[in-house]
Structures are given as C-alpha cells and as structure tokens.
C-alpha cells in the first residue's frame, strides 16, 4: 500500500511539474508579439528559442507518432523517417509546383504518407524482430534515394540534390505561428494515443505485443491491427513533415530523410516510456534539450575542456551515447516509471533488468 501511494504521489507531482512547465512553453512565446512588447512585457522568448522549441514539439509529434506502432504494438520500425519525408515533399510539392496554399496542402501530407505505410505494411509487417526492423529501415533509405534521384527529362522530379525551395509564408509573427501549429499536431498525437489506449483498437495492438499468437486465437485481425497502427502512426510523422516543410523553406534528402531523426524519436520514446501518452513527450523534451546543450546552441552552455568547438558535436554524441546506455540498463521502462515509484534504482534491480533484457 505504501509503495502505491508513493507512486500516485510522485505521478501527481510529476503532472503538475509537467503542467506547468507546459503551460509556461505556450505562454512565454506570446510575450514577443507587437502587442505585449508595446505594453512593456518582459520578453521571455526570443527567435531562437521559437526554432529550438518548435523542433523540440516536432519531436514530440514524431515520437508519439512512432510509440504507437513500436511502443504499443511492439514493432520497432526503423523507416519511420520516411512517412515524415512523404509529409514533407507533398506539401513542398503542392505548394512550390502546384501553386496551393499551405493550409490546402498540408491535409494531404498525412494522407499520402498514411497510404504509403498501408501499401508497405501489408507486406513488411509479415516480419517480425529485427528482421522487421531491417525492413522498414531499408524503406525509408530506399525511399530518399528515390526522390533525390528520379528525374523526367533529365530534369529532378523533387528537385534532385539541390532540393526544394518553397516560398516563404507571408504572415506576421511567422515563428510563432509555425510553433503553434506543431503544438496543435502534438496535441493531435497525444490525444491519438490516450484514445489507441483507451480503445477496443489499443486492447488489440497491446494483446499482439505481448503475444501475437495467442491475441489471433483470441480474435484479433493481427495483420489489420498492425498496419491501422502504422498507417495512424504514419499520419501524425507525414503532419509533421508537411509542417515542417513549409516553416524551414528548404527541403532535401538530408533534412526529412534523415536516418538520425528516426533514431532520435526511437530514442525519446524509450527515454520517455514506451507505451504511455506521455513518455514520448518527455523523453522529446529532455533529449532534445540535451542535444541542443551539448552542441553548444542553448543560449546556456557549457565549455567543455580540450575540445574545440569543431569537435562539440561529436563529443556531445558520445556523452548522449552514454547517458541513454545509462537509462536502458537503469530505467528500462523510461522517466515516466521511475518518477512514478514504479522503477528504482538499486544492486537487485539493476541485476533483475539486466537478466531480463538479455537475450
């Protein structure tokens, strides 16, 4: 009864710590407008933080987007990266060849990307372990290869290595509208999972993770589980891409294909929690955070001795590397578990972890 109590305790602190830390994140931005500044509110957030924030909340959406089929389900999809890029070039498309507004654009890039992952679901989600893994990752490889280089012509379909330039979205307090609307896709998310796990939909893809055999001897539609799941986390990573493209301008192979942003939302939802609504969120929070202080691009920084700047990034990846070694063996079941009572650090645990999580 005791160690129950401390978890509710600590669980009610950690939402109302979360809470406000969410409210003041919305709220400081707004202290830049014309308005406030003229009435001589203290300025609390600057253009760089809009930037630094805005890409912290994209993670956001794109972590919870992949705890839904990798969390939940328990199908760890490597080629996430892909529905994100999909996002990405059909608003870029739409609006710098077709000539379409943003805001008529950009429902479509969930859709396309949602029935792209249909499409590849039905076969790649026959997989199973690491040999599914590998699949998707190739996926979504093969699928930047495929955009930088098809061309009709001789002339880039998407724009080729060069990429794609989009015209700037004339609007006052661009950085802030930008930063509100990937809010909005980060409340879509989350309100996405509390329903997936609150729902007849959610018991099945909980059942498949944790025995795909006995959840189809139980009536579950495994196979129509599983790709609903990663067609639904397709749809928030293709939002997101679709958001992004049109607030950075410039889209490439190397800025929404990147194998680095599937591995950083990989890593924020097993720093945060698989399979909650809120690990995801916090695991972004925290991990972006720390890739921004690390790299030197916090307005707080640290100096760190005998390494040039030049090479910043690099330590900063290894002391990253580290720090999540640190999380899987020591709180496996992310922050969200250990400040909630339910993980605690000690020589048994640590034993009990390592035992199993080892093959």
Partial sequence: MDSVASALRWRR?????????????????LTSTDFAQSINVPLLADKLWFRIATYIVMFIVLAT???IIGGITGYAAFGNVAFFGIGAYTTGMLIAKAHW????????????????????????????????????????????ELVQNIDYNGTPVFG???????????????????????????????????????????????????????????????????????????????????IFSQWNVFINQDNVFSIEYNVQM?????????????????????????????????????ELPFVSTNARPIVAQIILGLLLIAVVIFIPRGVIDFFGGRTRLSWSYLRRSLRETSL
């Fill in 13 to 29: 602190i950690f939402l109302i710590v979360g809470a406000i830390l969410a409210a003041y994140a919305l709220l400081a931005p």
């Fill in 65 to 67: 987007a992949w705890n």
């Fill in 101 to 144: 507004p943003f805001l008529l654009a950009l429902p479509l890039a969930p859709v396309l990307a949602s029935l792209f992952a249909v499409l590849v679901g039905l076969p790649l989600l026959r997989l199973r372990g690491h040999y599914f893994a590998v699949a998707s990752l190739g996926v979504g490889v093969a699928l930047g």
């Fill in 160 to 242: 080729g290595a060069s990429g794609l330039f989009l015209p700037i979205y004339s609007i006052d307090n661009r950085g802030l509208y930008f930063f509100y609307l990937m809010c909005a896709a980060a409340a879509i998310a989350m309100g996405v999972t509390w329903w997936v796990l609150r729902s007849r939909f959610g018991y099945g893809l909980i059942a498949i993770r944790e025995n795909e055999e006995a959840a189809a001897v139980l009536g579950v539609n495994t196979t129509a589980f599983k790709v609903a799941a990663f067609a639904l986390a397709a749809a928030l990573t293709g939002l997101a891409g679709g």
């Fill in 266 to 302: 990989i890593l924020m939802a097993l720093l945060g929690g698989t399979g909650t609504v809120f690990g995801p969120a916090a695991g972004a929070v925290l991990l972006q955070l720390l890739i921004q202080f690390l790299g030197g691009s916090l307005p707080i920084s640290i």
